[in-house]
């Protein structure tokens, strides 16, 4: 549950520039004393979710989705408002962490470790998620360095190795887009699986199919702030109303 949520970046020295992202984030930001600003990702946000549901996050790039998963995974303090969670929540995005000087089996083991499985489970279940993967359909990548991979390999390799385990709460960030179609089908059926099995899965994305064909939910994030939460048809069609303007 959040409850009047609001997550505050400190940032010195940041300065003004062009393009879409710079100008979303120029949205949110005001100065805060001589070479700094103050950026307001999150405002009072609040919503309750339960378990078995699957939750799609959407709206426009710098709306704060990805910053309030942080928070809700425990890696980013809130300014004020209270985040609670039953059970541990865990964070896959695009960008985390494995080591690119180490083989694909080595960070799938590393990476089962982190998640609390013992060796025995890593080396049952490493299989199971290479093949899930898809890494090795073109050569034995698993054997490989990561810095051998391509960008969309590495990311179907993190999925994997958190899809294998049945979590508390899926906090799943921008990963389904990085697969081809046959990726993204067995992603989306792994995270319904989850869901059925009495966790919690938070999805970002800005396919709308992703999130229609995944979440039955939807909270839509503009500027921060909680524009619509409800049945994932209803937000997605007022979502794309609103982005078509």
Avoid at 83 to 94: A, E, K, N
């Amino acid at each position: 549950m959040a409850e009047n949520v609001d997550i505050v970046y400190r940032v010195n020295g940041a300065k003004g520039g062009r393009g879409s992202a710079t100008a979303a984030l120029s949205r949110l930001v005001r100065r805060q004393g001589p070479g700094g600003r103050q950026v307001h990702a999150v405002r009072n946000v609040s919503f309750t979710a339960w378990r078995g549901e699957a939750i799609g996050l959407i709206g426009s790039n710098g709306s704060g989705k990805s910053t309030l998963l942080k928070a809700i995974a425990g890696l980013l303090p809130v300014e004020s408002g209270r985040i609670y969670t039953d059970g541990q929540p865990s964070l896959l995005g695009v960008n985390a962490a494995l080591m690119n000087d180490l083989t694909g089996e080595r960070n799938i083991e590393l990476g089962g470790l982190a998640m609390g499985m013992s060796r025995a489970e890593v080396r049952e279940r490493a299989p199971q998620i290479v093949e899930f993967s898809g890494i090795n359909e073109k050569g034995d990548f698993a054997s490989l360095p990561m810095r051998t991979y391509s960008s969309g390999m590495a990311a179907r390799l993190r999925f994997s190795i958190a899809a294998v385990k049945d979590h508390d709460v899926l906090l799943v960030d921008e990963a389904l887009a990085t697969g081809d179609a046959s990726f993204r089908k067995r992603s989306e059926a792994r995270i319904r699986q989850l869901r059925e099995q009495a966790g919690t899965v938070f999805l970002v994305s800005h396919s709308n199919k992703s999130i229609r064909d995944t979440c039955e939910r939807a909270l839509w994030l503009e500027h921060g702030e909680l524009r619509m939460d409800g049945p994932t048809a209803e937000v997605l069609r007022e979502y794309e109303k609103f982005s078509a303007r």
